[in-house]
């Protein structure tokens, strides 16, 4: 691809996520997730948790709100899926094909306007954490770079369930698909309890889950300001879902749209 078609198709790729955010403003019910389940579930956790784990709830703070902050991104991934699904059950998609645009654009641009519902989340988790006595030792540029870090990573996975909303019979479907993957990756990882608590064969998959690397590294961003391996080992992952996702996303969008 020549400069001029990668600038196009970067431009069209905006062009459709200005539209998705469009949507967002007409319908801001669609914002409902990002915004209340952040609050809640930190709430929620906190205090039910957070004596019986860290034996105060000022001390299991640094261990929920960096696990809130993946659980509340990833979840919300899962509405990228159900969106394209949609939009692709009530024709949209049918007319974008018929347009001198990138293949990619479409639904890149729905990905790329969720990123806006991820910061939104962030913002909102570390605030509710602040509120509740979260005093991070990483500062407001350990939290910026952790908020990033976590942001990038979620844009990666939501490829995967964007090959969900193309493969899928309806948007039920999607959201039934996405929550047989996302439940034992948020359950069975270091979100809400430390690891060695669990039995051994427990404790292997929490080693190799990708959401124990993602929260592992934004608790060391947040609560120390430091970079370690798991940072690098998310970012390469990361880069990996994108690099085989985005092309099988595509041609299954082209074979179904």
Request: aromatic share 12%; glycine share 8%.
């Amino acid at each position: 691809m020549n400069s001029t078609a990668l600038s196009q198709t970067l431009s069209q790729t905006l062009t459709m996520a200005y539209r998705c955010l469009l949507k967002v403003r007409r319908t801001p019910e669609q914002l409902f997730d990002v915004v209340f389940q952040p609050v809640v579930f930190t709430l929620m956790f906190t205090y039910i948790f957070g004596g019986a784990i860290a034996g105060s709830v000022h001390d299991y703070l640094p261990i929920i709100v960096p696990g809130i902050l993946i659980q509340t991104l990833v979840g919300a991934s899962v509405a990228a899926g159900v969106q394209l699904r949609d939009d692709m059950d009530k024709g949209v998609f049918d007319r974008f094909r018929t347009m001198p645009i990138a293949r990619i654009a479409p639904l890149a641009g729905v990905l790329l306007a969720d990123t806006v519902r991820y910061g939104i989340a962030a913002v909102l988790t570390f605030a509710m954490g602040f509120l509740m006595g979260y005093r991070p030792q990483g500062g407001i540029a350990g939290m910026a770079l952790a908020a990033l870090f976590a942001v990038g990573c979620t844009w990666a996975m939501s490829w995967i369930f964007a090959f969900f909303g193309v493969v899928a019979r309806d948007a039920a479907s999607v959201q039934g698909f996405s929550m047989m993957v996302l439940f034992p990756l948020m359950f069975l990882s270091n979100v809400f309890v430390p690891v060695e608590t669990m039995p051994r064969w427990l404790q292997w998959f929490a080693g190799v889950n990708p959401v124990s690397h993602m929260v592992t590294a934004v608790r060391q961003l947040v609560n120390h300001g430091t970079v370690g391996a798991d940072f690098v080992w998310s970012l390469l992952g990361a880069a990996a879902v994108v690099a085989v996702m985005a092309p099988v996303t595509v041609r299954a969008y082209m074979r179904r749209a």
